[in-house]
Every structure is written in structure tokens, then in C-alpha cells.
């Protein structure tokens, strides 16, 4: 199975930048196609996708949120953070199967 | 719109058989796969299978001898089964819309193994 590595935790304050990184075992890219996707979830809701394939901003999430990287890094960036996104961000793979997720890093204010 | 809803039971006994239900709407399950996905309190999210387009189905390894993912096309559900529960299956389970990646979540049901 692919291993996505997070780090656990990330402080930041409101109005910078916060940038989520996320590392596989072995690259989830095919030709062009980086196979890797990023999610937002608060306390008692369900998770929400924000980036699908590294990069791509999912339907009516805010540009503030941006997505990069490939092979085996990749990033996710909120910029300028606001209040509202503080909670836990969550890498996904699906190059290979099974699917599997990061462990999350959450988003704390400094 | 597309719409995904769990219902289940919230508490099993341990040893027992976990059902639950996953309703869709929006969305033709001939031409979409869903997966399970379940995230015990304070952890992180853990894939448990899909059941695909043409009625195929992936299983998590670690859980693949007790759990069971079938459908119902006219109904428009998907069914999970997973038998010999214990506390460590109690979690918050979630079924999503598997489009690489997963693009419509439900809110998920809560399930306590616990006698």
C-alpha cells in the first residue's frame, strides 16, 4: 500500500500562509496525471475535497486555498489564512490501490 | 443534486454483524462506484472498500475476511456488512462517491461497539 506522510500539527496566524505538505512511498503521478487530492475536515462534519489532482480547485472552494506538487510531494496552500480554516487537512492517493489517506495535519492558530 | 446518506444502527454488541446503508441520490449507480470509509473518534480516515461502476468490489486487506460491499442498483443503495465486531470498529463511517477523488461525502453514521 502507498504511505502518505503528514506532519501532525501546524501553527499559523490569521492572515498568513499556511503551507500542508504531504510525502507518498512511492510516486502517485501517472504521465501526466498527479494522482493526488487534499481534503478539509471540521469536528463533526464530514470531510470536504478542496484540491483534486494536485492542483485543481474543487467547485466553490475559495482561491485562497492552492494545490502543487508531484511524484512523491506535494503541497497544499491556504494564503491569506483566515478563521474559518482552521481544522484538519487530509492528503489522498488514488493511484494505486487501495485508496489511502495521510494521517492529517492539523491547522492551529498561533 | 448529489446526495449521499448513511443509516444504521448506532450501537452493536460485540461479536456481532454491522449493516448499514448507504441511499444515493442524483447519481446512477451503474455509472458510479462508492466507497466506505470509516474514522474511529479523534483518528484519522481509513478506506474499507468500493464497490465499482460494474459491480465489482475492492477490499481494505486488514479488514477484507469480515466486511461485504453489495448493492442495489434499482434502489439506488449500497450496503456494507462487516461481521465479528469489535471496539475497535467503533468509528464514524462514511460512504463517498469514488470519482478519483472522493467528490460527495455523507454525513456519516455513527457506530459504538460495545455490549
Known amino acids: 500500500d502507498i504511505v502518505l506522510t503528514q506532519s501532525p500539527a501546524l501553527a499559523v496566524s490569521l492572515g498568513q500562509r499556511a503551507t500542508i505538505s504531504c510525502r507518498a512511498s512511492q510516486s502517485v503521478s501517472i504521465s501526466r496525471y498527479n494522482l493526488m487530492h487534499w481534503y478539509q475536515q471540521k469536528p463533526g462534519q464530514q470531510p470536504k475535497l478542496l484540491i483534486y489532482r494536485a492542483s485543481n480547485l474543487a467547485s466553490g472552494i475559495p482561491a485562497r486555498f492552492s494545490g502543487s506538487g508531484s511524484g512523491t510531494d506535494f503541497t497544499l496552500t491556504i494564503n491569506p489564512v483566515q478563521a474559518d480554516d482552521i481544522a484538519t487537512y487530509y492528503c489522498q492517493q488514488s493511484r494505486e490501490s487501495p485508496d489511502t489517506f495521510g494521517a492529517g495535519t492539523k491547522l492551529e492558530l498561533k | 443534486q448529489v446526495q449521499l446518506k448513511e443509516s444504521g444502527p448506532g450501537l452493536v454488541q460485540p461479536s456481532q454483524t454491522l449493516s448499514l446503508t448507504c441511499t444515493v441520490s442524483?447519481?446512477?449507480?451503474?455509472?458510479?462506484?462508492v466507497s466506505w470509509i470509516r474514522q474511529p473518534p479523534g483518528k484519522g480516515l481509513e478506506w474499507m472498500g468500493v464497490?465499482?461502476?460494474?459491480?465489482?468490489?475492492d477490499y481494505n486487506s486488514a479488514i477484507k475476511s469480515r466486511l461485504s460491499i453489495s448493492r442495489d442498483t434499482s434502489k439506488s443503495q449500497v450496503f456494507l456488512k462487516m461481521n465479528s465486531l469489535q471496539t475497535e470498529d467503533t468509528a464514524m463511517y462514511f460512504c463517498?462517491?469514488?470519482?478519483?477523488?472522493?467528490?460527495?461525502w455523507g454525513q456519516g453514521v455513527m457506530v459504538t461497539v460495545s455490549s
Open positions: 463517498a462517491r469514488r470519482g478519483a477523488p472522493f467528490d460527495y
Open positions: 442524483g447519481l446512477s449507480l451503474t455509472s458510479n462506484s
Open positions: 464497490i465499482w461502476s460494474n459491480g465489482g468490489t
